[in-house]
């Protein structure tokens, strides 16, 4: 069964970091995009970039430009995403999401075809 | 920088009936590169149409997808209980970059 499972919720202070964890099963890693998205309170989605997991070529969002990283570990099948410089108009809901074009088949479309089930950031002072 | 706006904000429908979400750009996009997807309260979204009209896995055959150009629509006929939810639409554009408009809730008259 494929799924992405992200680690637990985290309360943070502003101007603090925060590294969320997309753990991925049920399929060949590097031949999918990871997408992040976050939902703020009552908010829309808000799209922040993607790191592709063959070859680690990453596309930032302009709004997060500078202060998001996406990184991975092949061996261990987990994607991170790491948050620099927070304010309290950072606390959301983070999502990782898979690609659904597939690198090796060569076919999917540009959608996101597996979502994680969500990691909770509070900024608070 | 592309925008998409979705319309009604909330559709407030009873079981049964049919529901019709829109969705705008404001510059012209691929028909290959508008999904849409579902969001029950307290959920992960999940991707429901593809490329304007291709129902993904498992998403049932009273949903469907049509549209061009700018104006993109995502129909529901027989609302069930499970589909009173938040619809939001998606893009792909120039830059590789994605954006969502803002969601479409159905919600139970």
């Known amino acids: 069964q494929v799924q992405l499972v992200q680690s637990g919720a985290e309360v943070k202070k502003p101007g603090a970091s925060v590294k969320i964890s997309c753990v991925a099963s049920g399929y060949l890693f590097t031949t999918h995009d990871i997408h992040w998205v976050r939902q703020a309170p009552g908010r829309r989605l808000e799209w922040m970039g993607w790191?592709?997991?063959?070859?680690?070529?990453?596309k930032y969002s302009q709004i997060f430009e500078g202060r998001v990283s996406l990184t991975f570990d092949t061996p261990a099948s987990t994607a991170h995403m790491e948050l620099t410089s927070l304010t309290s108009e950072d606390t959301a809901v983070y999502y990782c999401?898979?690609?659904?074009?597939?690198?090796?088949?060569?076919?999917?479309?540009?959608?996101?075809?597996?979502w994680g089930q969500g990691t909770t950031v509070i900024v608070s002072s | 920088e592309l925008v998409l706006t979705q319309s009604p904000g909330t559709l407030s429908l009873s079981p049964g009936e049919s529901a019709t979400l829109s969705c705008r750009a404001s510059?012209?996009?691929?028909?290959?590169?508008l999904a849409w997807y579902q969001q029950r309260p307290g959920q992960a979204p999940s991707l429901l149409i593809y490329g304007t009209s291709s129902r993904a896995t498992g998403t049932p055959d009273r949903f469907s997808g049509s549209g061009s150009g700018t104006d993109f629509t995502l129909t529901i006929s027989r609302l069930e209980p499970e589909d009173f939810a938040v619809y939001y639409c998606q893009q792909y554009g120039s830059s590789f970059q994605f954006t969502f408009g803002p969601g479409t809730k159905v919600e139970i008259k």
């Open positions: 790191i592709n997991a063959g070859n680690g070529q990453t």
């Open positions: 510059q012209s996009i691929s028909r290959s590169f």
């Open positions: 999401a898979r690609g659904a074009w597939n690198y090796d088949l060569l076919i999917g479309e540009p959608a996101f075809d597996i």
